[in-house]
């Protein structure tokens, strides 16, 4: 044939055309949305995020998965993470206390409204402390289990100090560790001196170093799991996005008069009966983060109208000193549910005031 | 027996001496008799040797000091010491309200100090001083064969607690401080809200009362039986032979052998760590004697500066306050208290190492 070779051109032509056209739609077909990306955990690292022996499930509260730790039995007793607004910072911290205090209550522990593995909150402005407030009173009472003992640390802390104060109904004890959140402002904290050794990025790196720093036995509160985890929840596209829309502005105004709120409620607080149920501070003496100074600052706030109000200061004990010091922090605040529990309800307000205030 | 009308069995003439005499002789001695015989709370049910509390108080020779002391209970043995100055107005009393609840746990032994309460004054002038209080208490623990103690002191008892661990630490299994015991430099600054003005003077028995009338929060810290157990021993010839002598012997080279005494336990806590154990700071909220004049509440500076220095070479120091709770709080919250002495205690008996790794941490 005469135009054979033509042919065989043509054939060429057309194949390569296809395979071109077959390409072209393969990376079309590929995702190119970063939310439709699910990362994959390194070797170690447990695909829900899930450490120190226990396993985290899902449950939806009002539209937003939410990730949380559950064990034991007994009464029922919630553990709110600090920090927030990221995928590192998760219920994971509570990791070395759960198991014991498992042995004697119904023990959950759930990531924050876009921390963790939670998702994030359907409208812009609920990115702030009333959203985490609202998403985590809305998993208390989905858990159907009637009032708790609730139990925050640091932002945490804050978050159930604000919790107990808009729904006091659901809140049998309350503990608050070493928290600047809910506490009034006193002068400056160590925090950033500490923290000035610190890269400012990669994120990760810049919380593992951060959590170390302002810990009192670092290498005994963290171990490299920890990390690798929080940096694996991290990394999901919507840690990014969290990101994203807190610095666009997302959660205000609320989120700028946080400040000027927290005023107003240490001062309600101070004049009505509202925040009455026993109250637990515990404080560690060598956080350079939320300083002692912070403590006995909100501890005055409290005590004005609370008389069931007690204070421990631990000693070598850092901002994570649940961490440092598990079976010490657990028996202290078992010990503090356990007195309380037998308690009548009405206890004397105050004897005729001795001083003015 | 039936009874006769006075006036039906007194007729005639003399009625009227009689009647005067049945009204004001024989009338109230029927009554008083009626009175003794049913009991009544104001007549306090005060036991021998001025027991209150329902428990019972006895004796022991210390180095030749006849010493008053409760025993109660079975097991590791815990000495609690109370406040106060000498012979003022603190005795082993005090504790009336814990023991019975320690006692269930511990072999609990509350002594008088040397020269308080019902236990004699020194032989030597010289111990009216705290180093010859502490040195009684640690005979007290040498007499009885007590072995290694759980050691628990209030205020001024605090004090003597202290010294007794630094200078005899291997005796001393846990220490518990409430309502802060050794002045500690620094001291809280300035006046503290102990108002004596309303007191009669302290170099008597009412003063010393009143003082602590005041250093309680609560109303119900004090009650009729343990006032009049305590006056009754505070009256006694060798009680204000003992206050007589304090005042005598308190001069500038008296005062100044305390401060070095302090001076050489707080060098040896700070610079040489001596004090291992663990210790326990207890402190109530509205303790006037560490609220300084000038604040709104009480900012506990004396407890927490006792601390800091405590804790600086001691990892396992922990300090607990009080709400609504003034310079006893064991006394006005006992359960509470009791429950929280014992969670102390037992959290360090179960760590059979320390619970901490102390690593060089930079200097802050």
Redesign the interface.
């Known amino acids: 044939m005469s135009n054979a070779p033509s042919t065989h051109h043509r054939r060429v032509a057309w194949w390569t055309i296809r395979a071109a056209v077959l390409v072209v739609m393969l990376m079309l077909s590929r995702p190119t949305t970063v939310a439709a990306q699910t990362p994959t955990p390194p070797p170690g690292v447990s695909p829900t995020g899930s450490i120190g022996g226990l396993e985290a499930k899902f449950v939806d509260i009002k539209g937003v998965k939410t990730r949380y730790y559950e064990a034991g039995q007994g009464e029922p007793m919630v553990l709110v993470h600090g920090e927030g607004w990221s995928g590192h910072s998760s219920a994971n911290t509570w990791s070395k206390n759960i198991p014991g205090l498992a042995k004697r209550f119904h023990v959950f522990a759930a990531d924050k409204l876009a921390s963790g593995m939670t998702g994030n909150p359907l409208n812009d402005k609920d990115f702030n402390i009333q959203g985490e407030v609202e998403h985590m009173y809305q998993f208390i009472l989905a858990m159907k289990v009637g009032p708790v003992h609730l139990v925050g640390q640091s932002r945490g802390g804050g978050c159930v100090f604000f919790l107990a104060y808009l729904h006091p109904e659901i809140v049998k004890t309350l503990v608050i560790v070493d928290t600047g959140t809910a506490a009034p402002v006193v002068g400056t904290t ?1 925090r950033q001196a500490v923290l000035t050794a610190c890269p400012k990025e990669p994120d990760w790196a810049e919380w593992s170093c951060r959590l170390k720093q302002i810990s ?2 670092p ?2 509160a963290f171990d490299d799991q920890f990390f690798q985890t929080g940096r694996y929840m991290a990394s999901f596209p919507k840690s990014a996005e969290t990101v994203a829309k807190r610095k666009a502005g997302a959660g205000e105004p609320l989120e700028s008069q946080f400040n000027d709120w927290k005023k107003q409620v240490h001062a309600r607080v101070e004049k009505e009966p509202i925040l009455m149920m026993p109250i637990l501070l515990y404080w560690g ?1 060598d956080d ?1 983060s939320a300083m ?1 100074k912070n403590g ?1 600052a909100l ?2 706030v409290i ?1 004005v109208q ?11 004990s850092g901002h994570f000193h649940y961490r ?2 598990p ?2 922090w657990n ?2 605040v078992i ?1 503090f549910i ?2 309380w529990e037998k308690q009548p309800k009405a206890l ?1 307000k ?3 005031a ?2 003015e ?1 | 027996m039936p009874f006769i009308s006075p006036r039906v069995a007194m007729a005639g003439s003399s009625d009227r001496a009689a009647r005067l005499l049945w009204s004001s002789v024989l009338l109230p001695m029927v009554v008083m008799l009626v009175l003794m015989a049913v009991p009544q709370r104001a007549l306090a049910a005060t036991g021998p040797n001025a027991s209150i509390g329902g428990l019972t108080a006895k004796f022991v020779d210390v180095k030749g000091v006849k010493t008053r002391y409760y025993e109660a209970g079975q097991g590791v043995p815990m000495v609690l010491i109370h406040g106060g100055s000498t012979a003022g107005s603190s005795t082993a009393n005090v504790w009336s309200r814990n023991i019975p609840g320690l006692a269930k746990r511990f072999h609990v032994f509350a002594v008088d100090r040397l020269g308080s309460g019902l236990t004699g004054n020194p032989l030597n002038d010289a111990d009216y001083a705290t180093p010859g209080q502490v040195e009684h208490i640690y005979q007290f623990i040498q007499t009885l064969k007590l072995g290694k103690i759980q050691l628990v002191g209030h205020s001024a008892g605090g004090a003597v607690a202290f010294y007794l661990a630094v200078h005899h630490p291997e005796i001393v299994t846990t220490l518990t401080i409430i309502g802060m015991g050794p002045e500690n430099p620094p001291a809280a600054d300035g006046p503290s ?1 102990l108002d004596l003005s309303s007191c009669p003077d302290q170099n008597v028995y009412e003063g010393l009362k009143c003082r602590v009338e005041k250093l309680a ?3 119900t810290t004090f009650d009729a039986e343990y006032w009049e157990a305590d006056a009754s021993m505070a009256m006694q010839p060798k009680s204000k032979e003992a206050r007589a002598k304090v005042v005598a012997l308190t001069n500038d080279a008296w005062r100044a052998n305390m401060t070095a005494y302090r001076q050489k336990a707080w060098d040896l806590v700070r610079n040489d760590g001596v004090l291992k154990m663990p210790v326990m700071i207890y402190s109530g ?2 303790d ?1 004697l560490d ?1 300084g004049q000038a604040d ?2 009480a ?2 500076r004396g407890e ?1 500066g006792l ?1 800091d220095i405590l ?1 600086a070479k ?11 709770a003034g310079h006893f709080p064991y006394r006005e919250y006992p ?2 208290f009791n ?2 002495l014992l ?1 102390f205690i ?2 360090f008996q ?1 760590q059979a190492a320390p ?5 060089a ?1 930079p200097a ?1």
């Open positions: 160590n009192f036995l290498e005994i003496k350079p002692l006995l501890l005055d005590s609370n008389p069931n109000v007690r204070m421990i200061i631990a000693n070598n440092e010091h079976e010490e028996r202290n010990n356990d007195y004397p105050k004897p005729s001795a001083v205030k | 809200r929060w609560l109303k909220k509205q006037v609220w709104p509440t900012m506990l927490l601390f804790g001691n990892p396992k120091v922990k300090m607990v306050i009080v709400n609504e359960e509470e429950r929280d969670a037992d959290h179960s619970a901490t790794k102390p690593l941490k802050k």
